[in-house]
């Protein structure tokens, strides 16, 4: 199972995972942030993915240079093995010929590498698109399961707090801020000074 095949299992759980937290209104994030472990393990992946393309393209460019220099070596000693055949410069032809058969043999291989590297290059080029892609819509994907998990958890969550409303809830009790504890202690004195001066003036 690849990367993205995981990702896609693991956004179906947050679904499932979803629909039994709706039935118990409690949520549970298990799943989810699995998702976007994985979600970020592939970005990872695409990253370093983009650094080899790099190296790549390196190696293909110096490829095409030890190609196109082997080439003109083929090319200068082709020449020269002429020369020396008009000239009747016979030693001389068989010396470079030599040379031009070598020079070829490095010209093939040179050119073979270049292929091999062009075609690791557009190889590693198309991974990448196809990594782009998948990784897009697996976002896509997370961010759509993300949003649905919200908008179908809402109800629930809804109907948890009417139920909770309905609970019986204990009185509150009054109380006065601890910065007003002397104000009160006060109030309470002066009310019972003033009851005591009352009944001292009904008893008289």
């Known amino acids: 199972m690849n ?13 499932g995972q979803t629909a039994r937290a709706m039935t118990r209104a409690v ?18 992946r695409l990253k370093r993915l983009n650094a080899l393309l790099v190296e790549a393209v390196a190696r293909e460019q110096r490829a095409d240079r030890d190609w196109q220099d082997a080439a003109a070596r083929v090319s200068a000693l082709d020449a020269e093995v002429d020369a020396a055949v008009s000239g009747q410069q016979d030693e ?19 050119e073979r590498a270049y292929r091999d590297s062009a075609a690791a290059t557009e190889k590693l080029r198309i991974e990448i698109q196809d990594t782009q892609a998948q ?3 697996a ?16 109800p629930a969550m809804q109907a948890a707090q009417r139920e909770e409303s309905r ?11 601890a910065d ?4 009160k202690e006060t109030l309470d004195q002066t009310r019972i000074a003033d009851l005591l001066t009352k009944r001292a003036n009904k008893s008289s």
């Open 92 to 110: 001389t032809a068989r010396s470079r010929l030599e040379q031009l058969r070598r020079a070829q043999a490095r010209a093939i291989a040179a």
């Open 3 to 15: 990367l993205f095949e995981r990702i896609s299992l693991t956004l179906r759980a947050v679904a």
């Open 27 to 44: 949520p549970s994030a298990a799943p989810e942030s699995r998702a976007a472990h994985l979600l970020e393990q592939a970005e990872k």
């Open 167 to 177: 609970l019986p809830h204990p009185p509150m009790q009054d109380a006065l801020p």
């Open 139 to 154: 976002r896509k994907q997370y961010q759509q399961r993300a949003a649905g998990a919200a908008s179908e958890s809402a």
């Open 180 to 183: 007003n504890a002397d104000a």
């Open 135 to 137: 990784l897009d819509a």
